[in-house]
């Protein structure tokens, strides 16, 4: 199984910069994706992660340590609009199943 | 717009009621699936299909009954639901089951059963 757990809620100003972690425990890693999922929309894709490092896409990082089973999505640059939900979720190699965590509310205030 | 497209986007049915949730998506893709997301739960996974195949039943209970009659469309038939089964429910699909597999998600149904 997988278990997949991330801080509830931040609060950040614009223009800063939030780290979001996520860590996981699974018994075969196969994949680690980030989604933003703003109130009453769809959660959108943000980056995947399945090697060591760092990928960068703009204002969001995202980094892996497959080692330490623990991710974190990097926002810089904190506009308004960033204010959502930020998924984690880990694919397993077994299944192919993805485990979402249940979400880090960031909000951004002026 | 996403390329998954859900309706209803909200409904309110009784104990008793028979509807059902349906969703299309317009990306070419052979993967579809359903979740539920409860508030300050994870998404769960109920269903899925792989070319118009069911690959996974998560343990749902039968008053959920999937149906995809091609790949571009799922629905969700539900009957005598319960209270606790209010909450978003969400439609994905992805290209197929491998890889690095992106799923794409629908905005969800907001159901509420009284």
């Known amino acids: 199984g997988q278990n997949i757990d991330q801080p509830t809620e931040m609060t950040a100003t614009e223009g800063a910069i939030v780290q979001i972690n996520c860590t996981y425990q699974t018994s075969g890693f196969n994949g680690l994706f980030w989604y933003q999922q703003h109130a009453g929309e769809a959660p959108t894709f943000l980056s995947y992660n399945v090697l060591d490092g760092l990928e960068e896409k703009g204002r969001f990082s995202s980094f892996l340590s497959r080692s330490k089973g623990y991710s974190y999505l990097l926002l810089k640059e904190l506009q308004m609009k960033d204010s959502a939900s930020y998924l984690c979720?880990?694919?397993?190699?077994?299944?192919?199943?993805?485990?979402f965590g249940k979400g880090n509310q960031v909000v951004v205030i002026p | 717009e996403t390329g998954v497209t859900q309706t209803p986007r909200h409904l309110v049915m009784g104990m008793t009621n028979k509807k059902s949730l349906k969703c299309e998506q317009h990306?070419?893709?052979?993967?579809m699936y359903w979740y539920k997301q409860s508030a300050k739960k994870p998404l769960e996974l109920m269903f899925v299909?792989?070319?118009?195949?069911?690959?996974e039943n998560n343990s749902v209970p039968s008053r959920f009954s999937p149906e995809c009659p091609n790949s571009s469309h799922l629905f969700l038939h539900l009957h005598t639901l319960q209270p606790e089964d209010s909450a978003l429910y969400l439609c994905?699909?992805?290209?197929?089951?491998?890889?690095?597999?992106?799923?794409?998600f629908g905005a969800g149904t907001r159901l509420s059963v009284l």
């Open positions: 299909y792989n070319f118009k195949e069911q690959t």
């Open positions: 979720a880990v694919r397993d190699v077994g299944n192919n199943r993805l485990a």
């Open positions: 994905a699909s992805s290209q197929d089951l491998v890889a690095k597999n992106i799923q794409y």
């Open positions: 990306l070419g893709h052979n993967a």
